[in-house]
């Protein structure tokens, strides 16, 4: 075979020539190679984020209890490449296989390379692995440049003013370049120093300057067009060292820091710092956000004085111009971003400012999964089915305009109905799919379209192989965000029979094998879990399970639920709701039957939220297995402050909060006057908040002082003579210049 013949084919492939094209020359027994190359091209096998139940800011909790601000996502599993399945065959295709993808890595490699070596021809090739094998792909080669360590659904680079294009995990980002992601996208940033920003959905940002020296001046220079970003940027005591996000009209400068920054679709700009401090300058003012600290202003405001912060999860129990979540009241104002559309009821994250008076302004509320109080979920035989009711294993089900049900549905089915039991006890279908008796692996989610090859779709890191019954929507182009649905085949390749074109938030329900429990992953697809996830008992490696859950904003899974589903050991009936009576048994306004093999879990009384598991009799009745109650605490938040008082017993915050400490409080860290500290508190069944932990997370020799009136405290050195630093007190127009000589925010070490 000519390898050289090859090799230019898919060198016109990569360059994006059509297929077509290409294939008018080539020679009849190397065509159906480079249309398997063409198939290899749309099979990704990116990273996947480490369990994730929130979002990024959550690292504050691994801050709080003395561990790393940020999880290391070189750790992260690789997600599964399922559409090549259909390719497998005898051995001497799969040796095929190898040379096609051996090829394309090479022709990868070389261009990767090549377009390094006009930036720094010397250390590109000291990065080579091929030339130093223990350096990894997934570190950045020099200083000059960036790796994207970990990449989730689209994402992608703009080389200098040109056009956008798809990037995935262990490529590289130089000076000049942009890098955005899609809707339910996320991606990782590492430079030669160790610093990282990480990317959240719908962002952007161009890397306007690296030099990323792990000593001396290191010089990162980052802008942020829109989107929500987290950096944590390693210590340099270089006097030099210079690492900048610039967001519209502002810019923040961080030495050894921890924070997160916003940009959102009207310009408001919001910089949170959980390590360190950031000094944040807009409209000609600066100001300095410690840890524990955050900042919020539009682009023709001065940053608002820095205030402590909160953020946590928990159940909506009220909504409107303040809502109660987690037994916190959170009020609403303008600037509040909520996603999901979230209810009375559903499962939140939440974060925002502490304000004067103990008010808590809300930032951000995020849906994370729905009410799981009066659920139901059932497997049973179809008997009769018409317009408003259907009667399944002798259990008659309501549907209505909003039910979705299967097509080509009959009697005598086997299906999965799920759906909400309404105040008079009616069971509402929300859901009725058919089941298969033989595999059970069904599939819908909702994914960010990355590639559209005529036979492999990626969709969210997918890949879906496409077949013709498969209905497509005509009106998807990529980065649409779209639902998926078709059937996991038994040689693991997923399979689409329809693709939808639908909203930005969605959700995931599939069936499949289980392939690990820890962490979990079924029919390869790797997915989080978290306290509030209902998971049958006894699940093993090797069971058929059924899983829904959220797909977050970041684009992680979340799961709500993981029901078991082999023949035999599928609960005919699975539902939550709140006890109305116990002798006998009503639960969600329907009678229960308990006898002598019923499992009794928990003191439960009346008005207690229950889960119940069992059977179905022919006659409609349930016949309970298990009765459990559910833990009902509403939440908990984390929230910042400053020590402003300390007498053993009580901590007095710089806003007037008291935190009272019982001896059963432990104390992370040393309270001393202005130290930052973060505690925890969750809400007890009475609905009134316990305190949890208390760690301190910043002392008050570490932190930069804030601006004094129009006065910012820098270390001055003069003529770059350490032995000449001292510190100093300067006006806010003077800040610019001082930096770039050289000067560092703070008082001198």
């Known amino acids: 075979m000519n390898d050289d013949l090859l090799q230019g084919y898919l060198a016109r492939l990569e360059s994006g020539e059509p297929l077509e094209s290409v294939l008018a020359g080539v020679p009849a027994e190397l065509v159906e190679l480079v249309r398997m190359a063409v198939t290899l091209r749309g099979i990704s096998s990116p990273l996947r984020a480490a369990a994730s139940v929130n979002n990024n800011r959550r690292r504050l909790v691994a801050a709080a209890k003395g561990g790393k601000t940020m999880s290391d996502p070189s750790h992260s599993p690789k997600r599964r490449i399922w559409g090549a399945a259909f390719l497998a065959g005898a051995a001497g295709l799969a040796l095929l296989f190898l040379f096609i993808v051996v090829g394309v890595g090479v022709l990868l490699s070389r261009k990767s390379l090549s377009e390094s070596l006009a930036q720094s021809p010397n250390e590109v090739l000291l990065w080579n692995p091929m030339v130093n094998p223990q350096v990894s792909v997934l570190d950045a080669p020099n200083s000059k440049m960036a790796v994207l360590r970990e990449t989730r659904g689209l994402v992608e680079i703009q080389t200098g003013a040109g056009s956008w294009r798809g990037i995935s995990a262990g490529e590289m980002v130089s000076t000049g370049e942009g890098v955005r992601t899609g809707p339910l996208s996320s991606a990782t940033l590492a430079f030669f120093d160790g610093s990282i920003v990480s990317l959240g959905s719908g962002t952007e940002i161009q890397v306007s300057k690296i030099d990323a020296r792990q000593e001396g001046a290191r010089v990162i220079q980052i802008v942020q067009v829109i989107g929500e970003t987290d950096h944590v940027v390693v210590h340099s005591d270089d006097p030099g060292s210079l690492y900048e996000v610039i967001a519209a009209t502002s810019f923040g400068r961080a030495q050894g820091t921890a924070f997160h920054v916003s940009v959102s679709s009207t310009q408001t700009i919001n910089f949170m710092v959980t390590e360190g401090a950031v000094a944040v300058t807009n409209a000609g003012e600066t100001i300095v956000v410690s840890a524990g600290q955050t900042t919020l202003f539009d682009t023709e405001e001065p940053p608002l004085p820095p205030a402590s912060y909160f953020n946590g999860e928990g159940e909506v129990a009220m909504i409107g111009e303040f809502w109660y979540v987690a037994g916190q009241t959170l009020l609403i104002d303008p600037t509040t971003v909520i996603e999901g559309d979230p209810q009375i009821g559903d499962w939140v994250t939440f974060e925002g400012r502490s304000m004067p008076g103990g008010v808590r302004v809300a930032d951000r509320i995020t849906l994370v999964h729905r009410s799981v109080t009066n659920t139901f979920s059932f497997a049973g035989t179809v008997e009769t089915l018409g317009d408003t009711e259907w009667v399944v294993s002798g259990k ?275 309270l001393e006057l202005n130290a930052a500290i973060v505690f925890e508190t969750c809400t007890g069944e009475d609905s009134q908040p316990i305190l949890v932990s208390v760690s301190v997370i910043g002392q008050p020799d570490t932190q930069m002082p804030a601006a004094n009136g129009s006065k910012v405290v820098i270390c001055h050195i003069p003529s770059g003579d350490l032995s000449k630093a001292h510190t100093i007190s300067v006006g806010v127009d003077a800040v610019e210049s001082h930096l770039a000589h050289g000067d560092t925010i703070g008082p001198c070490p």
């Open 396 to 670: 008659t089900v309501a549907i209505d305009a909003q039910t979705i049900v299967d097509a080509q549905i009959g009697e005598t089915d086997l299906v999965e109905v799920s759906g909400i039991i309404t105040a008079e006890g009616v069971f509402l279908a929300r859901d009725i799919r058919l089941v298969s008796e033989s595999s059970g692996s069904t599939f819908t989610f909702t994914g960010v379209v990355e590639s559209m090859e005529p036979v492999v779709w990626v969709i969210s890191d997918l890949s879906i192989v496409i077949v013709g019954s498969t209905v497509i929507d005509p009106e998807i182009v990529m980065n649409d965000v779209v639902q998926v649905t078709g059937q996991i085949l038994a040689d693991g390749t997923w399979q689409a029979e329809t693709i939808e074109k639908v909203g930005e938030t969605g959700t995931f329900d599939f069936a499949g094998v289980v392939v690990s429990t820890e962490p979990w992953n079924v029919s390869g697809v790797p997915f989080d879990v978290d306290d509030n996830s209902q998971i049958d008992d006894g699940i093993q490696t090797g069971n058929r399970v059924r899983v829904q859950g959220t797909v977050l904003p970041d684009g992680s899974w979340l799961a709500v639920s993981i029901m078991q589903y082999d023949e035999g050991q599928r609960h005919a009936i699975h539902f939550s709701a709140r006890v109305e009576s116990i002798d006998p048994w009503i639960i969600g306004g329907t009678e229960v039957t308990a006898d002598n093999g019923t499992q009794i879990i928990g003191e439960i009384q009346v008005g207690d939220l229950v889960a119940v598991k069992g059977n179905l009799l022919p006659d409609g009745t349930i016949v309970a297995n298990k009765i459990s109650l559910v833990a009902e605490a509403s939440g908990c938040m984390l929230a910042t402050g400053t020590v402003a008082g300390f007498d053993g017993t009580a901590i007095t915050l710089d806003d007037g909060r008291v935190i009272t400490l019982t001896p059963s409080i432990s104390v992370k860290g040393t």
